[in-house]
Nanobody, 123 residues
Framework: QVQLVESGGGLVQPGGSLRLSCAASGFTFSDYGMSWFRQAPGRERELVARISSSGYIAKYGDFVKGRFTIFRDNDENTVYLQMNSLKPEDTAVYYC????????????????WGRGTQVTVSS
């Protein structure tokens, strides 16, 4: 069974940085693209980033504005989200999820979401 475990969140001041990790198991990690989503109270779910199975192609939500980087280590079955220049509006629970199939353009498999990790940006 697919399992994804997010970690690395916490409380950080505006302008600070965090690196989130998502440890994957239960599927052939290197065959699937991965994604990061975030959800804040009263706001719609937002796609933060997605990355192809090889790590060669990455896409980001426009709100990231060059501040975030998604990358993966297929030997460790882990996908990361490096977040720099954090803003209060980045406060949310961050989730990772695999794509539905091995097609790099496949939709997100929402059933694969982990429990998330809380990111709070506040002074």
């Amino acid at each position: 069974q697919v399992q994804l475990v997010e970690s690395g969140g916490g409380l950080v001041q505006p302008g600070g940085s965090l690196r989130l990790s998502c440890a994957a198991s239960g599927f052939t990690f290197s065959d699937y693209g991965m994604s990061w989503f975030r959800q804040a109270p009263g706001r719609e779910r937002e796609l933060v980033a997605r990355i192809s199975s090889s790590g060669y192609i990455a896409k980001y939500g426009d709100f990231v504005k060059g501040r975030f980087t998604i990358f993966r280590d297929n030997d460790e079955n882990t996908v990361y989200l490096q977040m720099n220049s954090l803003k209060p509006e980045d406060t949310a629970v961050y989730y990772c999820a695999k794509l539905r199939d091995t097609n790099s353009l496949a939709p997100v498999d929402f059933s694969s979401w982990g429990r998330g990790t809380q990111v709070t940006v506040s002074s």
